[in-house]
């Protein structure tokens, strides 16, 4: 069974601070697909990444970055110098043979100035 | 903006009522996906339209129907309505194997 966990229910930084939202996966595939999207407080869902199973490149657009780990089936999303419009609820979600999202609990971020 | 349409926005009714929520995906886009979010059951998979075929379903309630038209837009169909069905319904869209784009999704509250 797919299963996402993101521990972390709600994390609070000062603006400028680096910030990792943590990721734990759990699937019997041996491909599958992982994501992160974040939900501003307007409500939309924004896709940020989407991650293959057989590529375990770290991945940097910008301010983000993206640490794939399968050893211990984690996805860990990290923001460098954090600014306020960063405050969303970032959600992590796993896919087998791309198809359905599982979604994990998500966690809110909020960056104060 | 992702591309992907929904309407209407908000939509306030009754318990036993029905309702119906429209989606027109991106152009181009041959795979329509709904989910519910709410509160006590984060954001759940309901089922999964390709080209106009139903591809995968989730934990979607008897109560609830969806169906793909020739155009590829999607409508879902909410009916015997309950307090509990009052949740954000979103609508995705993407290219065949990859990566999913939402609609701004439809809130619906049950009262």
């Known amino acids: 069974a797919q299963k996402v966990t993101q521990a972390q229910t709600e994390i609070s930084v000062v603006e400028k601070e680096d910030v990792t939202l943590d990721c734990v996966y759990e699937t019997r595939d041996t491909t599958y697909y992982l994501f992160w999207y974040k939900q501003p407080p307007s409500g939309e869902l924004v896709f940020l990444i989407r991650r293959n199973s057989f590529d375990e490149q770290n991945e940097i657009s910008g301010r983000y970055s993206w640490n794939f780990q399968k050893s211990t089936s984690s996805f860990n999303f990290t923001i460098t110098a954090s600014q306020v419009v960063d405050s969303a609820v970032y959600f992590c979600?796993?896919?087998?043979?791309?198809?359905?999202?599982?979604f994990g609990a998500g966690t809110i971020l909020r960056v104060k100035s | 903006d992702s591309g992907v349409t929904q309407t209407p926005k908000h939509l306030i009714t009754a318990t036993g009522q029905r309702v119906t929520l429209r989606c027109s995906p991106r152009s181009g886009d041959l795979s329509v996906y709904w989910y519910q979010q709410s509160l006590d059951q984060g954001l759940q998979f309901l089922i999964q339209?390709?080209?106009?075929?139903?591809?995968a379903k989730g934990n979607i309630l008897e109560r609830f129907s969806a169906q793909q038209f020739p155009d590829l837009h999607s409508e879902l169909n909410l009916s015997s309505l309950e307090l509990g069905d009052s949740a954000l319904y979103f609508c995705?869209?993407?290219?065949?194997?990859?990566?999913?784009?939402f609609g701004p999704g439809t809130r619906l509250t049950v009262l």
């Open positions: 979600a796993l896919s087998e043979r791309v198809n359905k999202l599982v």
């Open positions: 339209y390709y080209n106009g075929e139903e591809r």
């Open positions: 995705a869209s993407s290219v065949a194997g990859n990566e999913q784009f």
